[in-house]
């Protein structure tokens, strides 16, 4: 058994989110392409008595993250434990957020995806990759994708991850918001706007395939697309200044990250990013730069 076990979380983006309707139980239809980016948490854990969370902010504000059960980290932790049948299975847990919180990048969802990957080492309990990818879809949308990284399609409500042909490597500008979106609020929003209407099945566009697995960066900045972006624009109009700006050349692309509130601006190359970076920082808004695609959560360190 290890004492410390800690494993980095990427931050997901979405190159294209299309939204169906919302199903039964309320989850929309979604068919998605997600990328994992060199935006990370940091998760550690080590045994313990009794299981605690303390969450450090680097940079971002932790101050709505709660620290009891209902932490999505701790709910993995715990299922884990459970479905493993793990009887000593208090961890004094440490997250090292990076990734800015209610921001669209799913940090919540790599936590929860971390902390099993972390909990998994720490206990030794050897889950198969498929028993750990349905725990983590018992856990929220996002986090199988978390687990797998990389360049990925999502479908179902987004749990299901099938492999997508990526032939490139990118460089992502981010622009973060003082303050985050409410998922639920922002999906609420999509309803509002297709109340009455028939809305159709979402589909990855042909062209957006095409572009990855040609590694051709002009071609996925214009295909780049997320459904979710009007109605976030509609709860956060300052937005649409953000995307404008960000946006204009050397930028190949522009769109809201997930429910937003945070911005993406797709780049040539690392130079061209940090121009973009710099333009929007002189503009006052908070804004970095990263590469895609990376791993999903992984152990960085096992002592
Ligand atoms: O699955 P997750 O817990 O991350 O979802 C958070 C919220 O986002 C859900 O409660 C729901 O309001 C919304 N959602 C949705 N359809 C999806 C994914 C998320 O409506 N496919």
Redesign the pocket.
Known sequence: MSSSVTVAAPAKINLQLGVGA?RAD?????ATVYQAIGLYDEVTVTPAESTTLTVVGEGVDVSDVPTDSTNLALRAAALLASRAGVDDAGVSMTIHKRIPVAGGLAGG?TDAAAALVACDALWGTRTSQQDLLSLAAEL???VPFCLVGHTAGGSG??ELVHAVEDAGSYWWVVALSDRGLS??AV?AEFDRRHAGTQVAEPEVSADLLAALATGDTVRLGAALTNDLEAPALTLRPALADLLELGGRPPSLGALLSG?GPTCLFLAADEGDARKIRDVLRAAGTAALVAPGPVPGAHVVSSL
């Open positions: 919302a309320g989850f929309h239809t979604l969802s929220g949308s996002d409500r987004g998922t639920p999906y429910s």
